[in-house]
């Protein structure tokens, strides 16, 4: 199993960036999936959410109403639309593939983990 991160990069505060995971090497579709992030000296943290349909989501307190996460079964791939960006979202952005079907904020629940996307938001 693979999980391949893309889309981050330098952006300026007030900005956007779509963070992109593709799923390689097994069913993507029966699993929920979520994004995590890991800033400089602290611990991962929750960021967002998906069920394996697409049909539920959750989200981390900060990120709420700015970050939206969605998921394209057909494409093995799952997405963070990421807006309004603030110098504190800076981090590097972790997908992973969750142990069951409902979304999760729990990061004992997911199994496998991409290599990562660095995100920094200047201000």
């Known amino acids: 199993v693979q999980l391949q991160a893309s889309g981050g990069g330098l952006v300026q505060a007030g900005g956007s960036l779509r963070l992109s995971c593709v799923v390689s090497g097994r069913t993507f579709s029966t699993n929920a999936m979520g994004w995590f992030r890991q800033a400089p000296g602290k611990e991962r943290e929750f960021v967002a959410a998906i069920n394996w349909s697409g049909g539920s989501t959750s989200y981390a307190d900060p990120v709420k109403g700015r970050f939206t996460i969605s998921r394209d079964n057909a494409k093995n791939t799952v997405y963070l639309q990421m807006n309004t960006l603030k110098p504190e979202d800076t981090a590097v952005y972790y997908c992973?593939?969750?142990?069951?079907?409902?979304?999760?904020?729990?990061?004992?629940?997911?199994?496998?983990w991409g290599q990562g996307t660095e995100v920094t938001v200047s201000s």
């Open positions: 992973a593939v969750g142990r069951g079907y409902s979304a999760s904020s729990y990061i004992g629940e997911y199994t496998t």
